[in-house]
T-cell receptor, first 113, second 113 residues
Framework: DAGVTQSPTHLIKTRGQQVTLRCSPK?????VSWYQQALGQGPQFIFQ???????QRGNFPDRFSGHQFPNYSSELNVNALLLGDSALYLC????????????FGPGTRLTVT | AQSVTQLGSHVSVSEGALVLLRCNYS??????LFWYVQYPNQGLQLLLK??????LVKGINGFEAEFKKSETSFHLTKPSAHMSDAAEYFC???????????FGSGTKLNVKP
């Protein structure tokens, strides 16, 4: 049983460009959350998707958007990249009920130059 | 509002010594508290969680944490450190719906031989 997978592992973009990161949840999970982890910091919650809808959102600008597909996989899109967007982007999956835990993927390392 | 403060960004112990990683939280609702571990170039792995049951929570790899409401603390301990415990540890708080997690800035644990 595969856990949470993310692609790509690493990527380098230039300021002003757009980027799409992908996440496949653990088998059976229906909820996907995205986090940004800047160097030396803890993860910061970006948003959570359930039933193809954004259910919760953290304090991130509209440049950050997402999508969830019918198979529960998810994408994180970031427009007009800034140098400060350089970070490890983590995806976590869970079930919608309250008693489960989140399973984290290995992350995508984004570098903006 | 919820937040987490981890005291000490770096902690160094000798192999076999007690590990104590500190976490204090702030929450306007009954909190659910978590400790995660992150090894280099990997995602986060759940060590243990407090969800309003027993205040002393036992986790994986010999770690445990005690929820102290009066001190708003959830410190992580392990009686005897092992070299394999060297990693970064994150404390997190969530509300009952687990829809949004707030992480501390992390504590890097170094274990000396």
């Amino acid at each position: 049983d595969a856990g949470v997978t993310q692609s790509p592992t690493h990527l380098i973009k230039t300021r002003g460009q757009q980027v799409t990161l992908r996440c496949s949840p653990k088998s059976g999970h229906d909820t996907v959350s995205w986090y940004q982890q800047a160097l030396g910091q803890g993860p910061q919650f970006i948003f959570q998707y359930y039933e193809e809808e954004e259910r919760q959102r953290g304090n991130f600008p509209d440049r950050f958007s997402g999508h969830q597909f019918p198979n529960y996989s998810s994408e994180l899109n970031v427009n007009a990249l800034l140098l400060g967007d350089s970070a490890l982007y983590l995806c976590a999956s869970s079930l919608a009920d309250r008693t489960t835990k989140q399973y984290f993927g290995p992350g995508t390392r984004l570098t903006v130059t | 509002a919820q937040s987490v403060t981890q005291l000490g960004s770096h902690v160094s112990v000798s192999e076999g010594a007690l590990v104590l990683l500190r976490c204090n939280y702030s929450s306007s609702v009954p909190p659910y508290l978590f400790w995660y571990v992150q090894y280099p170039n990997q995602g986060l792995q759940l060590l243990l969680k407090y969800t309003s049951a027993a205040t002393l929570v036992k986790g994986i790899n010999g770690f445990e944490a005690e929820f102290k409401k009066s001190e708003t603390s959830f410190h992580l301990t392990k009686p005897s450190a092992h070299m394999s415990d060297a990693a970064e540890y994150f404390c997190a708080v969530s509300a009952a719906n687990f829809n949004k997690f707030y992480f501390g800035s992390g504590t890097k644990l170094n274990v000396k031989p």
